[in-house]
């Protein structure tokens, strides 16, 4: 099955603790990106990678890290920095300027 | 300015009527956009994309963009209350990320 996969699908985290979520695609996309999504609210760009090894802060990068290793995987940290991140995050894939695939998500709640 | 804009709604609808979802966008170097459907709690799902200007159909979904207007929209004929959801446009081009707007919530009155 092709796809794109993110886990865990629910995440709790303690004040201070970093954790990393998964995101895995076997689609052969280039980018991948993360979204963040409160309640309510739209889509906002943390990070996205067009290629391994170079990835471009987006709109809320602080508080957030990721690497790109392998074209498969883009795992995103939520360090101790960000202060307020209860939110649904979003991992996308696409080609270049192409129509982006979504995984299931992951809800991060901090306990 | 939001590089994407659209009407957050809710609009509401009449089951059977067409609903008309619109969409803005703010840099001319964009050259594709998208229409995504999302549920509440569920991910963003694809429904139509549209690189030129004028009309794509797709069974009962229409995209329509205008570049000189910086302008894109999306028709949904013969609504059922199935198409409630938040309706995100979405743009790329050259080296920039896909950018979302803030979605427009669709209300279908059975």
């Known amino acids: 099955d092709g796809g794109i996969t993110q886990s865990p699908k629910y995440l709790f985290r303690k004040e201070g603790q970093n954790v990393t979520l998964s995101c895995e695609q076997n689609l052969n996309h280039d980018a991948m990106y993360w979204y963040r999504q409160d309640p309510g609210q739209g889509l906002r760009l943390i990070y996205y990678s067009q290629i391994v090894n170079d990835f471009q802060k987006g709109d809320i990068a602080e508080g957030y890290s990721v690497s790109r290793e392998k074209k498969e995987s883009f795992p995103l940290t939520v360090t101790s920095a960000q202060k307020n991140p209860t939110a649904f995050y979003l991992c996308?894939?696409?080609?270049?300027?192409?129509?982006?695939?979504f995984g299931q998500g992951t809800r991060l709640t901090v306990v | 300015q939001k590089e994407v804009e659209q009407n957050s709604g809710p609009l509401s609808v009449p089951e059977g009527a067409i609903a008309s979802l619109n969409c803005t966008y703010s840099d001319r170097g964009s050259q594709s956009f998208f229409w995504y459907r999302q549920y509440s709690g569920k991910s963003p799902e694809l429904i139509m994309f549209?690189?030129?200007?004028g009309d794509k159909e797709d069974g009962r979904f229409t995209a329509q963009l205008n570049k000189a207007s910086q302008y894109v929209s999306l028709l949904i004929r013969d609504s059922q209350p199935s198409d409630s959801a938040t309706y995100l446009c979405a743009s790329a081009g050259g080296r920039r990320a896909l950018t979302f707007g803030s979605g427009t919530r669709l209300q279908v009155q059975p």
């Open positions: 996308a894939s696409s080609i270049l300027q192409g129509e982006a695939f």
């Open positions: 549209i690189y030129s200007n």
